[in-house]
């Protein structure tokens, strides 16, 4: 039998968004498929990669894992709503500053769980960035230059 | 992988749903677990029951002794707690080791009790805590032995067609009294345990007064190794003491060799040292050695 249709109203990226889905649509795929907001990746789809990390109500999570359903009334950030177009975000700069991009598959998610710590913890530790970005899944880079990306941004270290 | 999606505003109107649908609906709290299922096809479900959005559910108090938790508390909550931490440490630390912090932000303790998984950290420190849990159906509420509610691996003795659990309570560690947790894995975040282990014991001077240890996964469910805490009540606190109660709780479970976790031989030989650091850590909390 196919899903109920349901009318999803949201904040993506500041922007009030209206979109009928069907009732077992996942966050992932409304952001990726009905909105074109591509940056956000599906890796594992299992909540083991952090690759589809963005962030509701100011808080990093798995879209891969979420029912679209549960996005409602939600505000939702994406990697698309760091940059005004011209300038690019401040952690984004950093990851190409220090190497923290290879492949490239992984930043988006690493991106969006650092902003929500910065946003949260303007200054954190390096413990701190390390519990926050240990969600998120690098092959490339070995993490270190993420991590000096991220201080760089927190001021946490010169 | 389901055809409605439903939002109820209150339990009554959650099991009001569970009851309509006879069986073909599922309760959905922060979905890691359940929507992992639904994907690889085990459940056949009509509708999830979402109850995330029911009021009130989502607050960690004491009442007096007590400390109770709503269903809807999640492990970032129970890590960030202050009151956790210094009235059920064991709890807070085992929050802060599941998954990662994209799960803790959306995972409940109640959904992880519900999956009924022997290595289930939420619920092996429950164990630890002496916890009950508040199960409402259509005939009332009641309070049950957190114990009690796991039939087999990943199978609730809690009936998810009627059922669901409304709260947690147990007992704050107060003064000479303390928990910790333990837990070893491949990695430190995104890993299932090798095994975990959360103690929680009162000191009574220089002897215990009784102690409690939570075990996984070594059996089908969720573990309580009642003979090590039979032979620690009453016993002089201590590292020899802890030594020996660790060789008890390892003789009365089985852990048993896996490729996704480790051999026999080497789980138990991990055992031994996880309960007797959980036991040190534990009394030196409590405020003895």
Same mark, same amino acid.
């Given at each position: 039998?196919?899903?109920?249709?349901?009318?999803?109203? $949201?904040?993506?990226?500041? *922007? @009030?968004?209206?979109?009928?889905?069907?009732?077992?649509?996942?966050?992932?795929?409304?952001?990726?498929?009905?909105?074109?907001?591509?940056?956000?990746?599906?890796?594992?789809?299992?909540?083991?990669?952090?690759?589809? =990390?963005?962030? $509701?109500?100011?808080?990093?999570?798995?879209?891969?894992?979420?029912?679209?359903?549960?996005?409602?009334?939600?505000?939702?950030?994406?990697?698309?709503?760091?940059?005004?177009?011209?300038?690019?975000?401040?952690?984004?700069?950093?990851?190409?500053?220090?190497?923290?991009?290879?492949?490239?598959?992984?930043?988006?998610?690493?991106?969006?769980?650092?902003?929500?710590?910065?946003?949260?913890?303007?200054?954190? =530790?390096?413990?701190?960035?390390?519990?926050?970005?240990?969600?998120?899944?690098?092959?490339?880079?070995?993490?270190?230059?993420?991590?000096?990306?991220?201080?760089?941004?927190?001021?946490?270290?010169? | $992988?389901?055809?409605?999606?439903?939002?109820?505003?209150?339990?009554?109107?959650?099991?009001?749903?569970?009851?309509?649908?006879? /069986?073909?609906?599922?309760?959905?709290?922060?979905?890691?677990?359940?929507?992992?299922?639904?994907?690889?096809? =085990?459940?056949?479900?009509?509708?999830?029951?979402?109850?995330?959005?029911?009021?009130?559910?989502?607050?960690?108090?004491?009442?007096?002794?007590?400390?109770?938790?709503? @269903?809807?508390?999640?492990?970032?909550?129970?890590?960030?707690?202050?009151?956790?931490?210094?009235?059920?440490?064991?709890?807070?630390?085992?929050?802060?080791?599941?998954? +990662?912090?994209?799960?803790?932000?959306?995972?409940?303790?109640?959904?992880?009790?519900?999956?009924?998984?022997?290595?289930?950290?939420?619920?092996?420190?429950?164990?630890?805590?002496?916890?009950?849990?508040?199960?409402?159906?259509?005939?009332?509420?009641?309070?049950?032995?957190? =114990?009690?509610?796991?039939?087999?691996?990943?199978?609730?003795?809690?009936?998810?067609?009627?059922?669901?659990?409304?709260?947690?309570?147990? *007992?704050?560690?107060?003064?000479?009294?303390?928990?910790?947790?333990?837990?070893?894995?491949?990695?430190?975040?995104?890993?299932? @345990?090798?095994?975990?282990?959360?103690?929680?014991?009162?000191?009574?001077?220089?002897?215990?007064?009784?102690?409690?240890?939570?075990?996984? @996964?070594?059996?089908?469910?969720?573990?309580?190794?009642?003979?090590?805490?039979?032979?620690?009540?009453? *016993?002089?606190?201590?590292?020899?003491?802890?030594?020996?109660?660790?060789?008890?709780?390892?003789?009365?479970?089985?852990? *048993?060799?896996?490729?996704?976790?480790?051999?026999?031989?080497?789980?138990?030989?991990?055992?031994?040292?996880?309960?007797?650091?959980?036991?040190?850590?534990?009394?030196?909390? +409590? /405020?003895?050695?």
């Amino acid at each position: 039998m196919e899903a109920f249709k349901i009318e999803l109203t $949201m904040t993506v990226n500041d *922007r @009030p968004v209206t979109v009928d889905i069907a009732a077992d649509e996942l966050l992932v795929d409304v952001i990726r498929d009905r909105l074109g907001l591509t940056g956000t990746k599906i890796g594992c789809n299992e909540g083991e990669c952090g690759a589809c =990390t963005v962030i $509701m109500d100011g808080r990093a999570v798995n879209s891969c894992l979420i029912p679209a359903a549960k996005a409602q009334g939600r505000a939702i950030t994406t990697i698309e709503g760091l940059s005004d177009g011209q300038t690019l975000h401040p952690l984004q700069q950093a990851f190409i500053d220090h190497g923290a991009v290879q492949c490239g598959y992984c930043t988006p998610g690493f991106i969006m769980s650092a902003k929500a710590l910065l946003d949260a913890n303007p200054h954190p =530790t390096r413990d701190q960035i390390k519990e926050a970005i240990a969600g998120n899944l690098c092959r490339c880079t070995g993490y270190v230059s993420i991590l000096e990306a991220i201080e760089a941004v927190s001021g946490s270290r010169s | $992988m389901w055809q409605a999606y439903e939002t109820p505003a209150s339990i009554d109107e959650t099991l009001a749903l569970l009851a309509r649908y006879d /069986g073909r609906a599922r309760l959905i709290a922060g979905g890691t677990d359940l929507i992992i299922e639904l994907q690889e096809g =085990t459940h056949d479900v009509e509708c999830l029951v979402d109850v995330s959005r029911i009021p009130g559910l989502d607050r960690i108090e004491q009442h007096g002794d007590w400390i109770q938790l709503g @269903p809807n508390v999640t492990f970032r909550q129970i890590k960030e707690s202050a009151l956790l931490h210094d009235w059920a440490r064991v709890l807070a630390e085992a929050a802060a080791t599941v998954g +990662a912090l994209q799960i803790q932000t959306m995972a409940t303790l109640a959904g992880n009790v519900a999956n009924a998984m022997p290595a289930a950290d939420g619920s092996v420190a429950l164990v630890a805590l002496d916890a009950e849990a508040e199960i409402a159906d259509c005939h009332g509420r009641q309070w049950r032995p957190v =114990t009690g509610l796991f039939a087999g691996p990943g199978k609730s003795a809690i009936d998810p067609a009627r059922q669901m659990i409304a709260g947690f309570r147990f *007992r704050a560690l107060g003064r000479g009294q303390g928990s910790a947790w333990e837990r070893i894995g491949r990695r430190r975040a995104l890993v299932l @345990p090798i095994l975990n282990c959360g103690v929680s014991l009162a000191l009574d001077g220089e002897r215990l007064a009784w102690a409690r240890i939570g075990l996984g @996964p070594v059996e089908p469910v969720p573990f309580r190794a009642r003979q090590a805490e039979a032979f620690l009540a009453g *016993r002089q606190a201590g590292e020899e003491t802890y030594a020996q109660a660790a060789e008890v709780a390892a003789s009365e479970c089985h852990p *048993r060799s896996s490729v996704l976790r480790a051999s026999k031989e080497y789980r138990i030989d991990v055992l031994k040292v996880m309960v007797r650091q959980g036991l040190a850590r534990a009394a030196a909390q +409590a /405020g003895g050695t």
